[in-house]
């Protein structure tokens, strides 16, 4: 199979995904999925950030610098300061020998 060939076909599917999503926005949902929707994305970032924190073999500095980051993102609700102090968090912890 080419590569322009799977480009494609990403594209196609990852448009028709988003295609449909938008067009649900006029529709109403009954409480139980607007409640099930807004944990999606927190559910998600979990999985894809769990498991490369602690699969790693420095995981102490990427906790420390994961837990920062998150608290900082959870008090100010700025995503840069999330990663910035996360970011600093974990090389400080590298830096200190974590």
Same mark, same amino acid.
């Given at each position: ?14 448009? /028709? ?71 600093? /968090? ?9």
């Amino acid at each position: 199979m080419s590569g322009w060939l799977v480009i494609g076909l990403m594209w196609a599917v990852t448009y /028709a995904a988003r295609l449909l999503g938008l067009s649900l926005g006029g529709l109403n949902l009954p409480p139980f999925w607007l409640a099930f929707l807004r944990f999606v994305p927190v559910s998600v970032f979990a999985a894809l950030i769990v498991p490369d924190v602690l699969g790693s073999p420095e995981w102490a500095q990427r906790l420390v610098g994961a837990a920062v980051g998150g608290a900082l993102l959870w008090r100010t609700r700025n995503l840069a300061a999330g990663i910035v102090g996360g970011f600093a /968090a974990y090389w400080a912890a590298r830096m200190l020998g974590v």
